[in-house]
Each structure stands twice: as structure tokens, then as C-alpha cells.
């Protein structure tokens, strides 16, 4: 089945304790994107990659880190995660970035983060 | 920065309503996506378009470049249709700048 798969689906942490939130596709997608949701304010992307060692940032990446060393997986890494990064994260992936005229985005479940 | 304006927020009506959700954005892009988040969290995409008009089974999605304005229709609504529908759109300009959202329509079909 073509899925994208996020783990974990929730995560309780505390400040500083570095953690890493995985995301997997297995449709050969060449576009992968990390999403942060918060109330009123929606979805909010936090860094992008258009292939494998090819990574930019999005909207809100200050304090977030992400690696493309294949093509199938783009984990998300907060070293130090502060409180203000309690979110429900997605992993949304694409098989033709930029224009998405041809592929839908394809969603993980998402990540709820609690960082205290 | 380029904005995705959604209305209304909230959206209540009953089994069998005709609805429709409306998408503004603020300069030329070059697709829009239309998305839909249950009650449970999940995103599917419904529809992606950057012209005129598209259909998949009760659910319609039209775009007027023009005007800068999309919509989301839903015909013989049902309870299961209860979610919250999101547009998101693609900016033209230099590389892949990302998908700008709305906030979000949250609908609610009773019975």
C-alpha cells in the first residue's frame, strides 16, 4: 500500500532532550516536506527537500533540522526542543515538485509533539 | 508574504445542503490543492488545479485566476463529509518557494 509513515504519533518530552520524528514514503517521491500545525494558525511548513542531499527551508525552521540521505526517508530532528515547538507535526510527500500540477501531496498520520 | 484567505471558518448545516468553501489568495500562483483533515487528524488531498474546474463524485473545485478566488462545493451533503478543508497555494517565482495555507473551514453536517 502507498503510504507515508510518521513515528512516532505522539511524543511527551522535556525541554532540551534531543529527539528525532521519523517520516518514510514508499512511492519513489522525489518531494518530501515537513508541516507544523498549531491552533489559528494552521499548517506552516518547516523545510522542504526536492531530492536526496537536497534540503531548504520553509516557513518556520529555526530550531529544526532535516537530513535526505535517501530517497525514501526525511526525519525531522529537534536538538534542543523548547516548549514553543508543542505541535502536531506532517510529513507530506509528492512525486513533482515545484508545481504539484500532476500529484497530489500524500500525508503522514502526524506527530503530536508535547515538549514541557 | 503571500496570503491564503479562507471562508467562513466555521460551517454548520444539515444532511442534504449544498455547500460551498471560498479561497482567496493575494497575487498569481501557480496551482492550488484542496485538502480535507478528519476529525482524527489525517490530510488527504482532494483536488489540485490551476484552471477552471474540477469533479470528484459529490465534491466540485473551481478557480478564477482572474479574481484570485477558489471554491469547494459539496453536493447532497452528508455527517461524513464533517471535517476541516484546507486550500493551499503553490506561489509563482523562483524555485519551489512551498505551499502557502489557509487556515482552514471547519464543517460540521448534522444529521
Given at each position: 500500500?502507498?503510504?507515508?509513515?510518521?513515528?512516532?504519533?505522539?511524543?511527551?518530552?522535556?525541554?532540551?532532550?534531543?529527539?528525532?520524528?521519523?517520516?518514510?514514503?514508499n512511492?519513489?517521491?522525489?518531494?518530501?516536506?515537513?508541516?507544523r500545525?498549531?491552533?489559528?494558525?494552521?499548517?506552516?511548513?518547516?523545510?522542504?527537500?526536492?531530492?536526496?542531499?537536497?534540503?531548504?527551508k520553509?516557513?518556520?525552521?529555526?530550531?529544526?533540522?532535516?537530513?535526505?540521505?535517501?530517497?525514501?526517508?526525511?526525519?525531522?530532528?529537534?536538538?534542543?526542543?523548547?516548549?514553543?515547538?508543542?505541535?502536531?507535526?506532517?510529513?507530506?510527500?509528492?512525486?513533482?515538485?515545484?508545481?504539484?500540477?500532476?500529484?497530489?501531496?500524500?500525508?503522514?498520520?502526524?506527530?503530536?509533539?508535547?515538549?514541557? | 508574504?503571500n496570503?491564503?484567505?479562507?471562508?467562513?471558518?466555521?460551517?454548520?448545516?444539515?444532511?442534504?445542503?449544498?455547500?460551498?468553501?471560498?479561497?482567496?489568495?493575494?497575487?498569481?500562483i501557480?496551482?492550488?490543492?484542496?485538502?480535507?483533515?478528519?476529525?482524527?487528524?489525517?490530510?488527504?488531498?482532494?483536488?489540485?488545479?490551476?484552471?477552471?474546474?474540477?469533479?470528484?463524485?459529490?465534491?466540485?473545485?473551481?478557480?478564477?485566476?482572474?479574481?484570485?478566488?477558489?471554491s469547494?462545493?459539496?453536493?447532497?451533503?452528508?455527517?461524513?463529509?464533517?471535517?476541516?478543508?484546507?486550500?493551499?497555494?503553490?506561489?509563482?517565482?523562483?524555485?519551489?518557494?512551498?505551499?502557502?495555507?489557509?487556515?482552514?473551514?471547519?464543517?460540521?453536517?448534522?444529521?
Open positions: 500500500e502507498a503510504q507515508v509513515t510518521q513515528n512516532p504519533r505522539y511524543l511527551i518530552t522535556v525541554t532540551g532532550k534531543k529527539l528525532t520524528v521519523t517520516c518514510s514514503q512511492m519513489n517521491h522525489e518531494y518530501m516536506s515537513w508541516y500545525q498549531d491552533p489559528g494558525l494552521g499548517l506552516r511548513q518547516i523545510y522542504y527537500s526536492m531530492n536526496v542531499e537536497v534540503t531548504d520553509g516557513d518556520v525552521p529555526e530550531g529544526y533540522k532535516v537530513s535526505r540521505k535517501e530517497k525514501r526517508n526525511f526525519p525531522l530532528i529537534l536538538e534542543s526542543p523548547s516548549p514553543n515547538q508543542t505541535s502536531l507535526y506532517f510529513c507530506a510527500s509528492s512525486w513533482d515538485p515545484p508545481t504539484f500540477y500532476n500529484s497530489p501531496l500524500h500525508f503522514g498520520n502526524g506527530t503530536r509533539l508535547t515538549v514541557t | 508574504k496570503e491564503v484567505e479562507q471562508s467562513p471558518q466555521n460551517l454548520t448545516a444539515q444532511e442534504g445542503e449544498f455547500i460551498t468553501i471560498n479561497c482567496s489568495y493575494s497575487v498569481g501557480s496551482a492550488l490543492h484542496w485538502l480535507q483533515q478528519h476529525p482524527g487528524g489525517g490530510i488527504v488531498s482532494l483536488f489540485m488545479l490551476s484552471s477552471g474546474k474540477k469533479k470528484h463524485g459529490r465534491l466540485i473545485a473551481t478557480i478564477n485566476i482572474q479574481e484570485k478566488h477558489s469547494l462545493h459539496i453536493t447532497a451533503s452528508h455527517p461524513r463529509d464533517s471535517a476541516v478543508y484546507i486550500c493551499a497555494a503553490l506561489y509563482s517565482g523562483g524555485g519551489a518557494d512551498g505551499l502557502t495555507f489557509g487556515k482552514g473551514t471547519h464543517l460540521i453536517i448534522q444529521p
